[in-house]
């Protein structure tokens, strides 16, 4: 995957390095899943501990249909991270859609309590949490 790069110039540098996370982001978003995973699995390699590669690798396991691998890898971004807001989110609709409401609620308690970046897309994010947060509750989930 990486080795696409070298064509990119008619001498390239031995010293450039791929960057794996990207590539692995560019990857997802044409639903080449597969080979997104290995280059966030690359990244790993590399950093062991990068969050955000750990995160995308999560919404891509989520994608194929593995949702017991994202919310493995989920938690693991929250071992590191403890605020993750994409972990909080994305835990909260897999667990969601496994039937778990309580913990459904607290994952999104926690990502409207998180730091967030701004953006058009993040807003989304968090309307879509309230929400589906006070419709837990209005359907009878109490907060603990």
Same mark, same amino acid.
């Given at each position: 995957?990486?080795?696409?790069?070298?064509?990119?110039?008619?001498?390239?540098?031995?010293?450039?390095?791929?960057?794996?996370?990207?590539?692995? #982001?560019?990857?997802? $978003?044409?639903?080449?899943?597969?080979? &997104?995973?290995?280059?966030? +699995?690359? !990244? =790993?390699?590399? *950093? @062991?501990?990068?969050?955000?590669?750990?995160?995308?690798?999560? #919404?891509?396991?989520? $994608?194929?249909?593995?949702?017991?691998? &994202?919310?493995?890898?989920? +938690?693991? !971004? =929250?071992?590191? *991270? @403890?605020?993750?807001?994409?972990?909080?989110?994305?835990?909260?609709?897999?667990?969601?859609?496994?039937?778990?409401?309580?913990? &459904?609620?607290?994952?999104?308690?926690?990502? =409207?309590?998180?730091?967030?970046?701004?953006?058009?897309?993040?807003?989304?994010?968090?309307?879509?949490?309230?929400?589906?947060?006070?419709?837990?509750? &209005?359907?009878?989930?109490?907060?603990?």
């Amino acid at each position: 995957m990486a080795w696409w790069r070298i064509w990119e110039s008619d001498r390239p540098s031995r010293e450039a390095k791929p960057d794996y996370y990207e590539e692995g #982001v560019h990857l997802a $978003r044409k639903e080449r899943f597969h080979d &997104a995973l290995t280059s966030f +699995r690359l !990244a =790993l390699k590399e *950093r @062991p501990d990068d969050v955000a590669s750990i995160e995308q690798m999560a #919404v891509v396991y989520t $994608r194929i249909g593995l949702p017991e691998e &994202a919310m493995k890898t989920y +938690r693991r !971004a =929250l071992e590191l *991270r @403890p605020d993750s807001a994409s972990a909080h989110y994305g835990l909260a609709f897999i667990t969601l859609t496994r039937g778990d409401r309580e913990e &459904a609620a607290g994952h999104l308690e926690l990502f =409207l309590e998180a730091d967030k970046p701004g953006g058009e897309e993040v807003e989304q994010r968090v309307e879509h949490a309230r929400s589906t947060l006070e419709r837990l509750r &209005a359907e009878g989930f109490e907060e603990a």
